[in-house]
């Protein structure tokens, strides 16, 4: 059974840099498909931040992409995000997920649980 | 970017009924990039439903997709008190990937 798990910082102050990372267990990230981060302001609708193939190649969402960085440690089974200069704006649930491969369709399939994150001084 | 509006935004019904929710596309979207999620209070969206009519793994066959190009359709055939959630649809028929902003449905 694919697992993915969120940890990083719960609270981050406006300025600084959001770092979150993503534990894959019961599958091999060099197996293959995409890897991706979501994410869901409080009581809103979600929004695809990032996604990575385990080959390295990376996709960003443009409304993000000067803000954000994504990679992957094969060697570690997980990848992480970075996002920077956050503003109480990027406070939300941040969901990592696998993601189909683009021929299927990119959609997610396995989700981690979610973790919150506020941007608060 | 493709918006997805989906429709209605709250959706009233009774155990056992049909439910039937609109995601319609800025954009001609194939169908092989257009999934819904169901997604209940506190936990993360589970994927129901990719290639618009595919239905994934362990979902119940109450559920199933439809449509096409613009307009597509989930429709939840006898609602069971587990299905009372949100809904959202999510398409990538071109970057950035976006998601619909959601239906609700809700005991009546």
């Known amino acids: 059974q694919v697992q993915l798990q969120e940890s990083g910082p719960g609270l981050v102050k406006p300025s600084e840099t959001l770092s979150l990372t993503c534990a894959v267990s019961g599958y091999s990230i060099s197996s293959g498909y995409y890897w991706g981060w979501i994410r869901q302001s409080p009581g809103k609708g979600l929004e695809w931040i990032a996604s990575i193939h385990y080959s390295g190649s990376t996709y960003y969402n443009p409304s993000l992409k000067s803000r954000v960085a994504i990679s992957i440690d094969m060697s570690e089974n997980q990848f992480s995000l970075k996002l920077s200069s956050v503003t109480a704006a990027d406070t939300a649930v941040y969901y990592c997920?696998?993601?189909?491969?683009?021929?299927?369709?990119?959609?997610?399939?396995?989700w981690g649980q979610g973790t919150l994150v506020t941007v608060s001084s | 970017e493709i918006v997805l509006t989906q429709s209605p935004g709250t959706l009233s019904l009774s155990p056992g009924e049909r439910a039937t929710l609109s995601c319609r596309a800025s954009?001609?979207?194939?169908?092989?990039?257009l999934a819904w999620y169901q997604q209940k209070p506190g936990q993360a969206p589970r994927l129901l439903i990719y290639g618009a009519s595919s239905r994934a793994t362990a979902i119940p066959d109450r559920f199933s997709g439809s449509g096409s190009g613009t307009d597509f359709t989930l429709t939840i055939s006898r609602l069971e008190p587990e299905d009372f959630a949100v809904y959202y649809c999510q398409q990538y028929g071109s970057s950035p990937l976006t998601f619909g902003g959601g239906t609700k449905v809700e005991i009546k």
């Open positions: 954009q001609s979207v194939s169908s092989t990039y």
């Open positions: 997920a696998r993601q189909a491969p683009y021929s299927s369709g990119w959609h997610f399939d396995y």
